[in-house]
């Protein structure tokens, strides 16, 4: 393995051959649905029935533009998502923030308590309360909301967020908050301008992952929104899927697919790592 | 007391949302609240746990979820851990090829799943195409019910193995490389390495990727609700579409609660079993 | 002064009673219309498209909005509860399955018809459409389209088509002696709803009946236990292949269509496909009821589609306009000659223009008079699955067919006890 690597750089053309053959396979294997996706958007429906025969004809837009066009317009559910995600990731922070903060600095015995706790809540499969959730939604008029729908999504993300914040927290030297206190700051302006410019990285990544939860989020958009122009990406994805709206299908559910697909894309390439590292750190301090 | 304060806003929302529908489920179960109760609360008893012992779509519905998350689960793993070597490599646009092969893992999962569909179509998905363009037969990979859990497999075990990759790689990140040269220089092979070093020093990652990934994979919703909406002949539903599909087409509140708890349970006894296990397998180590 | 003052008010008074009644006019010229918004299933929606053109162009006051729905029918049923679940319906008319009304119904979701239909709505109908309309003695959908299970024989290979289970197996036996046909008999023995639908006819030909009023919802009986065993018996003996137990709709057709097999059971829709270029049966294929046993009358499984109106539409008297228009006389006549659906109205069965287009149109009348209804109970899609698993063990080989009813009419029982049916009782009423 290193000594793979060591042993590629210093000469040996073989290895280096090998890994990168390793690797196309591993693009490959990753991208290639995708790239299937993008192909398939390209093209005509005639082209997509008649079988893999000519590349030079059969080129198209038109899915795009029907997938653009159609009513509500797909824009209109990826603004959605972008605007569940963004408030959701919001309201997560303001929420986790002051937690982690507050049990990175109590007793052992209580934060193994909350963390074990906390840690079983973001293993569980949430899908189990979408029946509870909708109650909820039924009795308090909470449907067909999208400020609404950020609650259950910052529910069901807290836990994870506390235990990547108040790691985060705990890493921090207790002497700089001392000190603080010893200058006469309050409670709330230690955080402001002491703790929080030195979290940076790791507020960055927990909101990040809270971002990407909610825009993906599929079972409690499902059943507390109805109304079309208000349907976020994932569920309406599904009724895209289980419709056909689209005359010919294929074509325009690539397109979007694709169109859904793209936002992500930019996200994973400019915050890879801040991303991976909001990941494994989750998993390692958990 | 100030602590409390600043906690008790994320507390309050987390009974909220993890214990309160517990608690509720737990009371629902014992009530039928159906159409013919006009979604109304009606005490019944212990009704919607004996249905649930006697119903065969439970029960198999609980096996084909089980042998869903197992299969995946370890074509993960292994997948994973060889990308995760792969990765952990020195060579050139790492970095590029790492955040490409993480995109599967960041898709919106209905997204994805809608694009498997068109993938395994027949006959004009491009496998079909492909085995057409070989002479042979296409395959209804959607349509066949010992082939369609095969299909979700696939598509689970592409969206989620970066995912398992990227915790292993940072296992791998963390054993010491002195550990690897003293086992070279006595003669080891990186084979055996494999084996002897960095195999026994993943263990704990490789179980906190593992515990993740189970629990998620016996929750599989989105994937076969885009996929296959649990057909053909609900030979790939799992227990979490049966309990949406009671409450949402069924309308039958109460024993949609009872379907969830009763997964829930099972959940706690795999959990159970897992634990002991590890900390028997700690005890022999 | 004060005399123009006066002027001045009474000019003023003049001027606002004009624009008054310029503006009342106005907004009762520019009164936007109602706009009724219908949900229906994909094929229905394509099929109703110049029907719904041509009633916009001619009402000014009233406009129809088609959602097209998904294709598969469930789909359908699912966007329209996810909405009705919140309370907050888009749709005025929904375009309904059979067997989704009484769930519907039950939930409180619907608007009872009677007040703009009057008692006799259902008069002109063919006696077998009536059925499965009407729930506790109250109207909840007009139906558009119908359908029932047919058998479809092969004239060239018989005289006339077996009217007894006892028929059709022996001369399924001769035929396959003789090297006529490969099978006997093939239908829909998948899990899935369609074999619900062909044991319903069955268990009506052997003297019984799916429902309630009978010991586990009609299955712990003689009746039903003869009809599944019947079925087992017809895999067992290679009467209908081993595969028949995955077979849907489709993989019948295709096994009759290529000259396999002597019968087939199937819906109306079936012969237009067995008529067509590239059929090896075509103009070889007889229609008729499914078999009964000596002294039992024949049974055809009924599905329609109709439409329903949603309680909390904001305009019912325009959605009921539309309603009736969509399933009138002249909309069902060109779903009938330009679709090849099967009509509901009695005179349209008659029409000697359309038995003319489509000359089987007699023959699906009377099996339509046959007609048997799935049970209609508002649990009925988990009642389904309860038969079907059962009966699909059966066909492919496993256990004792009168166990097997008995099971399933255990967990039939258990499932309505559980959910609350026998708290609140409803009587369920069948028919017109």
Not at chain 1, 37 to 56: D, H, K, V, W
Not at chain 2, 149 to 156: F, H, K, Y
Not at chain 3, 147 to 167: E, S, V
Not at chain 3, 188 to 211: D, I, P, T
């Amino acid at each position: 393995m290193n000594a793979d690597g060591n042993v590629g750089r210093t000469g040996g053309i073989r290895p280096e051959m090998r890994t990168g053959a390793w690797v196309a396979l591993l693009l490959l294997w990753s991208l290639g649905p995708m790239l299937w996706q993008l192909y398939t958007s390209l093209r005509t429906p005639a082209a997509l029935l008649a079988g893999a025969g000519g590349l030079a004809g059969g080129w198209t837009l038109g899915n795009y533009t029907a997938v653009l066009t159609g009513d509500p317009p797909f824009w209109r559910y990826l603004l959605n998502s972008s605007v569940v995600g963004a408030l959701s990731t919001l309201l997560t922070l303001a929420l986790a923030i002051p937690c982690a903060y507050a049990l990175s600095r109590r007793r052992v015995l209580l934060r193994l308590l909350v963390g074990g706790g906390l840690l079983a809540a973001a293993v569980f499969p949430y899908v189990l309360l979408f029946l509870a959730l909708l109650q909820v939604a039924r009795q308090l008029g909470l449907a067909n909301n999208l400020l609404a729908l950020c609650l259950p999504y910052a529910g069901l993300q807290l836990p994870l967020a506390v235990l990547l914040l108040q790691a985060a927290f705990a890493e921090l030297p207790p002497e700089l908050e001392e000190s603080a206190v010893l200058e006469g700051f309050s409670l709330w302006q230690r955080l402001r301008w002491i703790l929080l410019p030195l979290m940076g990285p790791a507020v960055v990544s927990t909101g990040l992952l809270v971002f990407l939860f909610s825009w993906n989020e599929f079972p409690i958009a499902l059943t507390w929104i109805s109304r079309s122009e208000l349907l976020t990406l994932a569920p309406a994805m599904a009724r895209i899927a289980g419709s056909s709206v689209y005359t010919v299908p294929y074509g325009a559910f690539a397109a979007a697919t694709v169109l859904g697909s793209a936002p992500l894309l930019a996200l994973l390439l400019l915050f890879q790592r801040q991303i991976v590292a909001g990941l494994t750190q989750g998993a390692i301090k958990g | 007391m100030n602590a409390l304060l600043l906690m008790a806003p994320a507390l309050l929302l987390l009974l909220a949302v993890f214990v309160w529908p517990l608690l509720d489920y737990a009371w629902l179960s014992l009530q039928a609240q159906s159409v013919f109760t006009g979604l109304e609360a009606v005490p019944v008893g212990p009704l919607n746990w004996q249905r649930l012992a006697a119903d065969g779509r439970f029960w198999q519905d609980a096996w084909q979820t089980l042998r869903f998350a197992l299969v995946s689960v370890g074509l993960e793993l292994l997948a994973g851990l060889a990308i995760a070597l792969l990765l952990h490599q020195r060579w050139r646009g790492r970095g590029v090829v790492r955040s490409l092969a993480l995109l599967p893992w960041a898709l919106p999962t209905t997204v994805m799943a809608l694009g498997w569909r068109w993938i395994f179509n027949d006959p004009y998905g491009p496998i079909n195409g492909l085995l057409q363009s070989l002479g042979l037969a296409s395959v209804p990979f959607l349509a066949a019910p010992e082939l369609a859990w095969l299909a979700t497999v696939v598509a689970d075990v592409w969206k989620t193995t970066p995912f398992v990759a990227l915790l292993l790689l940072a296992g791998l990140q963390m054993i010491p490389h002195d550990l690897y040269e003293a086992f070279a220089l006595e003669g080891g092979t990186p084979w055996q390495g494999l084996w002897r070093i960095t195999l026994p020093l993943l263990r704990p990652y490789v179980f906190i990727a593992a515990l993740f990934r189970l629990a998620q994979a016996l929750g599989v919703f989105d994937l076969i609700a885009v996929l296959t909406g649990g057909g053909p002949a609900s030979s790939t539903e799992s227990l979490a579409v049966y309990a949406y599909l009671n409450a949402m087409r069924f309308l039958d509140f109460g024993y949609s609660a009872t379907v969830m708890l009763g997964m829930f349970l099972l959940l706690l006894l795999g959990a159970a079993a897992l634990l002991v296990w590890r900390r028997q397998a700690e005890v022999r180590a | 002064m004060s005399r123009r003052l006066a002027a001045i008010a009474q000019g003023l008074a003049l001027a606002l009673a004009l624009a008054l009644v310029i503006g009342l006019l106005s907004r009762a010229w520019a009164r936007p219309a109602a706009v009724v918004r219908v949900l229906m299933p994909a094929p229905f929606a394509d099929a109703t498209a110049d029907l719904v053109a041509a009633f916009n162009r001619s009402h000014r006051d009233v406009r129809i909005a088609v959602t097209r729905g998904p294709f598969e029918t469930e789909a359908v049923s699912d966007l329209a509860i996810s909405s009705l679940l919140l309370g907050d319906s888009p749709y005025d008319l929904l375009l309904m399955d059979v067997t989704w009304t009484a769930k519907y119904a039950a939930a409180g979701w619907l608007e009872p018809l009677d007040a703009w239909l009057g008692p006799e709505a259902l008069a002109p109908l063919v006696d077998g459409a009536r059925a499965g309309n009407r729930i506790d003695g109250r109207l909840y959908r007009l139906p558009l389209v119908a359908d029932m299970g047919l058998l479809y024989w092969r004239t060239d290979l018989m005289d006339a088509p077996p009217r007894t289970p006892g028929d059709l197996a022996a001369i399924s036996r001769r035929l396959q002696e003789q090297g006529k046909v490969r099978w006997g008999y093939v239908w829909q023995g998948r899990q899935y709803e369609g074999l619900s639908c062909v044991f319903v006819e069955l268990v009506s030909g052997f003297g019984g009946q799916w429902g309630p009023g009978e010991p586990g919802f009609g299955l712990a009986s003689p009746a039903a236990a003869r009809a599944a065993g019947w079925l087992q018996q017809l895999v067992h003996e290679g009467i209908s292949p081993r595969a028949v137990a995955n077979f849907a709709e489709p993989e019948a057709l295709q096994s009759f269509e290529a000259g396999e097999a002597a019968f087939l059971r199937n819906w109306p829709y079936a012969w237009q496909e067995l008529q067509r270029p590239g059929s090896a049966v075509a103009g070889r294929v007889g229609v008729t009821t499914m078999v009964a046993e000596p002294g039992v009358s024949p049974a055809a499984t009924q599905g329609s589609w109709g439409f329903s109106l949603l309680r909390g539409s904001p305009h019912p008297d325009a959605a009921v306009a539309v309603l009736r228009a969509l399933t009138g006389e002249a909309s069902q006549r060109q779903l009938v000659s330009r679709y090849g659906y099967t009509p509901t109205l009695q005179t349209l069965f008659n029409d000697p223009e359309l038995v003319a287009q489509r000359p089987q149109l007699p023959q699906l009348r009377r099996a339509l008079d046959q007609a048997v209804l799935r049970p209609l109970n508002p649990g009925y899609a988990q009642l389904s699955d309860i038969l079907q698993r059962q009966l699909s063990a059966l066909i492919s080989g496993r256990g004792d067919a009168a166990a097997a009813m008995a099971r399933a009419g255990r967990e039939s029982d258990l499932l309505l006890r559980a959910s609350g049916q026998e708290l609140s009782p409803r009587p369920q009423e069948v028919g017109a």
